[in-house]
């Protein structure tokens, strides 16, 4: 069984920035990848942000050049360094991977962006 659990949501004000982190107990961490999604009222959730086992990343274009995706393998944790926050970035963020064949997702953490 793989749990995750996300931290680091909050209300910021537009242009600022927040760091999100995903702690996930599973003994397998660095050989799979980890995504972190999010999901908007009434839209449907959307990947955000990719790191594979060896570090390459991807990123959706609404994010590309103020969102940033890391890993430690040592802590079994990966981030996502959120800065330049619009209103639109305002969702639930989740983490996710996808683990031999069995999608595992955390619970969410909110991010509201609003003055």
């Known amino acids: 069984q793989v749990q995750l659990v996300e931290s680091g949501g909050g209300l910021v004000q537009p242009g600022g920035s927040l760091r999100l982190s995903c702690a996930a107990a599973t003994r397998i961490f660095s050989i799979v990848a980890m995504d972190w999604y999010r999901q908007a009222p009434g839209k449907e959730r959307k990947l955000v942000a990719t790191?594979?086992?060896?570090?390459?990343?991807n990123y959706a274009d609404s994010v590309k050049g103020r969102f940033t995706i890391t890993r430690d393998n040592a802590k079994k944790t990966v981030d996502l360094q959120m800065n330049s926050l619009k209103p639109e970035d305002t969702a639930v963020y989740s983490c996710?991977?996808?683990?031999?064949?069995?999608?595992?997702w955390g619970r969410g953490t909110q991010v509201t962006v609003s003055s």
């Open positions: 996710h991977r996808l683990e031999f064949g069995r999608h595992y």
């Open positions: 790191i594979t086992s060896s570090g390459t990343t």
